[in-house]
């Protein structure tokens, strides 16, 4: 596809700190994080004006889904809006709990494992044509997915001892730094399932869209990323992969014999060079692998034009962090990758007298690279300081918390807000808009990448001639 919708979905650990009498656990934390969005809207499940989802998912985890984007700036601008309308409810939420005698902090923590080793996701979406043959598609994208991690990472640090999954050989019982938060989570390469058996891919047919024309592709093995660099390669590299199989570009056949051997053992080999089975008995390591899928798109790229404005770029940070692995020295990616970042600084830390990766103020400093908080958050703090490269302002992604960006997403917003101030109660969904006193006025809008709609201007019209509500409040940011 020449366009393409994207989006991500983020789920987020929670935690509250007391600083004196008093304890909340994550569930009635959330409850109060969500306090605002339960006054606004009635519910903990909400789509906003700028067309994004909000919503409390199952283990208390706060989540926020991206608008459907167009282009790869407005994922990240969106991606990244999603922090800011949470650090927004915090602060509301730590006010209020002030007003109740509970002075504590509230961490809203951008990761994928919490201290108990359970994993929570990070979800990419990614729009296909209905022609291409998915099943296939899907075979000869796991073996990207599989190896993506060494680029694409989170970063990760490991105490001493087996990890919770078992000893395996080549996977060092002692204290370490993996690439990927996830890829200790995952068994397998596709199946509907997202919890019991998490698989590379999710294969729910859920088009969000005309589904005679497309379906969506839905990666969940992927880390939460906080540099907008590492995200823009992430997502810029899946999509020229998916581009070279749609078109059916010729790539080599690498089916991997174990999925979730193959990921553990590339996680925990910052070399690139640890070998796993293929299922035609050969061995490969992620390197070769990733060179290959690179060369690819590089001559794929050149046949066929640059696509977006990024693409030049995707193609570089993508050479420069294998030449980086290769190299041993990650000193031309240590402000552009996420696990390069980190570990960089958590180096530093140990080179100045920390005893190692399981010291308990470097595991501290690893989940504090992870807070969303601008002021405290580590990434943010060094992307502050100009020591991690960023591609969106800030002025971006605080005008994202609000506004749309050019898709669907535009309509979902503009019904919402004349909703919101004729004070009438709404349905939304991705496809749908509804009003519940008007059941016969409802819009259905299957295309994703439309920005006018003559019935979703009749719905606002309908809107327009309705009273304003006395009782109307405006969103909670």
């Not at 366009?3 to 959330?30: C, D, F, M, V």
């Not at 990244?80 to 005698?101: H, P, R, T, V």
């Not at 980190?342 to 308990?360: C, F, N, T, V």
């Not at 004729?422 to 808009?433: I, K, R, Y």
């Amino acid at each position: 596809m020449e366009r393409r919708i994207y989006g991500i979905e983020t789920e987020y650990g929670i935690r509250y700190i007391p600083k004196s009498l008093g304890h909340l656990g994550p569930e009635e934390t959330a409850r109060k994080l969500f306090k605002p969005v339960v006054d606004t809207w009635r519910s903990t499940n909400v789509f906003l004006p700028n067309g994004g989802r909000l919503y409390l998912d199952v283990g208390s985890h706060p989540e926020y889904a991206t608008a459907e984007t167009a282009t790869l700036r407005d994922l990240i601008t969106h991606d990244k809006a999603g922090e800011y309308l949470f650090n927004d409810l915090i602060n509301q939420a730590e006010d209020s709990l002030e007003d109740e005698n509970l002075t504590g902090t509230i961490y809203l923590f951008k990761n994928n494992v919490d201290s108990a080793d359970n994993s929570y996701g990070s979800h990419e979406n990614y729009m296909l044509e209905r022609k291409v043959e998915f099943a296939k598609l899907v075979a000869s994208l796991i073996p990207f997915l599989i190896t993506r991690q060494i680029i694409v990472g989170a970063g990760k640090t490991h105490p001493a001892g087996p990890p919770a999954w078992g000893t395996q050989p080549g996977i060092s019982a002692e204290p370490s730094y993996s690439f990927s938060q996830r890829a200790d989570h995952i068994w397998e390469g596709s199946s509907t399932a997202t919890t019991r058996s998490r698989p590379l891919i999710n294969t729910r047919d859920e088009p969000h869209a005309d589904a005679s024309l497309y379906r969506r592709l839905h990666v969940i093995n992927g880390d939460s990323n906080m540099s907008q660099t590492t995200t823009l390669l992430k997502i810029g590299a899946t999509d020229l992969v998916l581009r070279m199989l749609e078109e059916r570009y010729p790539l080599k056949d690498f089916a991997v014999k174990d999925t979730a051997t193959a990921l553990r053992t590339i996680s925990h080999d910052l070399t690139g060079t640890a070998r796993f089975a293929l299922a035609d008995g050969g061995e490969i390591s992620a390197l070769e692998m990733q060179r290959h899928y690179l060369e690819s798109a590089r001559a794929f790229v050149e046949i066929k034009g640059e696509h977006h404005q990024d693409v030049a770029y995707v193609l570089d940070l993508w050479t420069r962090t294998l030449d980086a692995i290769e190299a041993g020295d990650f000193s031309t990616i240590d402000t552009e990758i996420d696990w390069a970042i980190k570990k960089k600084l958590l180096d530093a830390y140990i080179a100045r007298g920390a005893s190692g990766y399981d010291e308990p103020r470097i595991a501290q400093l690893d989940l504090a690279y992870h807070d969303i908080d601008p002021r405290r958050g580590v990434y943010n703090l060094l992307a502050s300081r100009g020591q991690a490269k960023t591609v969106v302002s800030e002025q971006e992604i605080a005008r994202a918390a609000i506004h749309p960006p050019e898709t669907r997403a535009k309509l979902r917003g503009a019904f919402i807000n004349a909703a919101r101030n004729a004070g009438e109660q709404f349905t939304v969904d991705w496809v749908h808009m509804k009003l519940n006193a008007y059941p016969q006025h409802t819009v259905m809008c299957k295309d994703p990448f439309a920005t006018e709609s003559e019935d979703v201007q009749a719905l606002i019209k309908v809107l327009d001639g309705i009273a304003p509500s006395t009782s109307w409040a405006p969103p909670f940011i």
